[in-house]
T-cell receptor
Framework: DQQVKQNSPSLSVQEGRISILNCDYT??????FLWYKKYPAEGPTFLIS?????DKNEDGRFTVFLNKSAKHLSLHIVPSQPGDSAVYFC??????????????FGEGTQLTVNP | KAGVTQTPRYLIKTRGQQVTLSCSPI?????VSWYQQTPGQGLQFLFE???????NKGNFPGRFSGRQFSNSRSEMNVSTLELGDSALYLC????????????FGPGTRLTVL
């Protein structure tokens, strides 16, 4: 039972355009959401997070939107840069606790930004 | 500050063998978690150690085990390897609080033939 799903295994965009990565979840107990970025041969790195009391959180070129009623979140990258090409993982937790046992990850989306 | 290091980076084993993977956390981090990443499955939580004690365990068979040493370094062991154990095994460390951000190592790529 995949409680966190990233339905697009890959996404390709042009440099300078917007990248939108989507994530759906089924467990209504999830209260805190995170995005991680992973380059080949490196471990995932934390990118941005959002609590369920908010519907938007912004950090530079990265914005995460949360739609609790639809159990959907998305990561927007504007403008996209070639260095953003990586696998992006969505993760969810029932609280702000993000220790390993509390996080449920999606399958990941490979983003490719073309120059 | 040095990041999380994992050794070895690549490993090839055959079915039935056992394997031990090592993880050295960031200096000062006392919590270490292990994950398995397979294509199409995302990251699946294996277990978490804190102060040499297993704090949480994921839904994996008993062939998967781990331990943590007094210097916070951690090892995980997989016995009686199966083809399906082929995966990237990631280790993450964090400060003691469960709200602290996890920092991941580069992983160990295990191939079981």
């Amino acid at each position: 039972d995949q409680q966190v799903k990233q339905n697009s295994p890959s996404l390709s965009v042009q440099e300078g355009r917007i990248s939108i990565l989507n994530c759906d979840y089924t467990n209504s107990m999830f209260d805190y959401f995170l995005w991680y970025k992973k380059y080949p041969a490196e471990g995932p790195t934390f990118l941005i997070s959002i609590s369920s009391i908010k519907d938007k959180n912004e950090d530079g070129r990265f914005t995460v939107f949360l739609n609790k009623s639809a159990k959907h979140l998305s990561l927007h990258i504007v403008p996209s840069q070639p260095g953003d090409s990586a696998v992006y993982f969505c993760a969810a937790s029932p609280s702000r606790e993000t220790s390993g046992s509390r996080l449920t990850f999606g399958e990941g989306t490979q983003l490719t930004v073309n120059p | 500050k040095a990041g999380v290091t994992q050794t070895p980076r690549y490993l090839i084993k055959t079915r039935g063998q056992q394997v031990t993977l090592s993880c050295s956390p960031i200096s000062g981090h006392r919590s270490v978690s292990w994950y398995q990443q397979t294509p199409g499955q995302g990251l699946q939580f294996l277990f978490e150690y804190f102060s040499e004690t297993q704090r949480n365990k994921g839904n994996f068979p008993g062939r998967f085990s781990g331990r943590q040493f007094s210097n916070s370094r951690s090892e995980m062991n997989v016995s009686t390897l199966e083809l399906g154990d082929s995966a990237l095994y990631l280790c993450a460390s964090s400060l003691p609080l469960s709200t602290d951000t996890q920092y991941f190592g580069p992983g160990t790529r295990l191939t079981v033939l």
